[in-house]
């Protein structure tokens, strides 16, 4: 008897796991950390949603089993979701499923989709679904840069003629976590262009298509012509409407791929509880002034992260979109790496971030900040980080965050 299974032995230790346990025990002997780590949004979904799921969860006969592919009202509210964002049509008998949030839905199409041996491009760094989902289906990872530059297209030619098995599927993810890259119209034209004469499949990850900013909205693979002979697109109502922990997403677009996930799914679940999915309904359908308000938050916290960071001595470039910055270390303590100076920044300025490391071998050099504390206490980081940095012999001057 193997003392060892199959998939944990493709699946490395979470390196960010290392850094929430340290943060874990910290809380637990009673210390103040300000957790800038995990993405989770401290915000509450608007009242009307929780209202419609209380409704909803007191009527009788709404507590079986739900469709696994999401109930027929949720299904047309994220297509009249895109026809009024994006102007793309979708069907939604055929062209959307509802998922236990994106990061399900991922899973359960690289389940659907690949099997052992073949080969997936996606991107690193990158968020660990966008790789891992793949291992555990038995797929072997290639990866290709996350920034979406010349570079970016070369590795994608380099790997058509040089993978052996050609590569099936490629994985793409902008507004991206966690570097929060972004891209427009045109880098998905070229894509889906590159897509069609390369026979691969293209998995768009969506989920930040809200949180957006400096008045640039974020754009859409399926407004692209012909994109949905090609890709699937995963959002959301984690970030959107605060809902992270409601377990909502979906996937959309090409009918074959969506099938497939389907059928998958109507092995391995029974659907997210109905009441939820009313209340997902109300999200979507209902008032949006919640999706700009929490927009505006995020924008004003980027703001006061990246000046009082700078007034710190540490200079982080301001991202464009998501509920993330992607910083790079100071240089005075770049030599310690992206995990070392995550310990030492919980353990010695009492705030945590995410190690860069932990999202694929070239995010090393790099934290990840969540945009998840209220500005106080963002400003409060920064006064910590500061005196930190003066411990390590950084220079500071005499700016004060």
């Not at 060892?4 to 809380?27: D, G, Q, S, T």
């Not at 297509?79 to 009024?84: E, K, S, V």
């Amino acid at each position: 008897m193997s003392d060892e299974f199959y998939r944990m032995k493709r699946l490395p230790p979470y390196v960010i796991a290392e850094v929430n346990a340290m943060r874990a025990a910290a809380r637990a002997g009673g210390e103040d950390i300000i957790d800038l780590g995990m993405g989770n949004p401290d915000l509450p979904p608007a009242p009307h949603v929780i209202a419609k799921l209380v409704e909803v969860a007191q009527k009788p006969d709404a507590h079986g089993y739900s469709a696994s592919r999401g109930i027929p009202g949720l299904r047309k509210a994220q297509a009249n979701y895109y026809a009024r964002r994006f102007g793309v049509d979708l069907d939604p008998e055929s062209e959307v499923v509802v998922t236990m949030g994106s990061k399900e839905g991922l899973a359960s199409l690289a389940t659907a989709i690949t099997a052992p041996g073949d080969v997936v491009l996606a991107p690193n760094p990158s968020y660990p679904i966008h790789t891992f989902g793949f291992i555990i289906a038995g797929a072997t990872i290639r990866s290709v840069p996350t920034t979406p530059d010349e570079r970016y297209w070369e590795a994608l030619d380099r790997a058509m003629k040089f993978t052996v098995p050609r590569p099936s599927v490629l994985v793409v993810n902008y507004p991206s976590n966690p570097t929060a890259e972004t891209v427009g119209i045109d880098f998905y034209e070229r894509l889906v262009a590159w897509a069609r004469e390369n026979k691969v499949w293209v998995l768009s990850d969506l989920a930040y298509s809200e949180l957006y900013y400096d008045g640039c909205p974020t754009t859409s693979i399926l407004q692209v012509k012909g994109a949905k002979d090609v890709a699937v697109e995963f959002t959301s109502l984690s970030k959107t409407y605060s809902m992270a922990g409601w377990r909502i997403g979906f996937a959309v677009g090409n009918r074959k791929l969506i099938a497939a996930m389907t059928r998958v799914k109507s092995y391995l679940d029974y659907g997210a509880f109905t009441p939820i999915q009313a209340a997902a309904c109300a999200a979507l359908n209902g008032p949006q002034d919640i999706v700009e308000t929490n927009r505006e938050l995020y924008h004003k916290r980027r703001d006061v992260l990246v000046e009082s960071f700078a007034r710190s001595g540490w200079d982080i470039p301001p991202p464009r979109a998501s509920m993330f910055a992607w910083a790079p270390l100071p240089p005075a303590v770049a030599h310690l790496g992206s995990l070392e100076f995550s310990k030492q920044l919980l353990t010695h300025a009492g705030v945590a971030v995410a190690p860069g490391v932990g999202y694929g071998e070239d995010g090393e050099g790099f934290v990840r900040i969540a945009l998840v504390e209220n500005e106080q206490r963002i400003r409060q980081a920064a006064r910590n980080v500061r005196k930190y940095l003066a411990s390590m012999g950084v220079n500071t001057g005499a700016r004060t965050a």
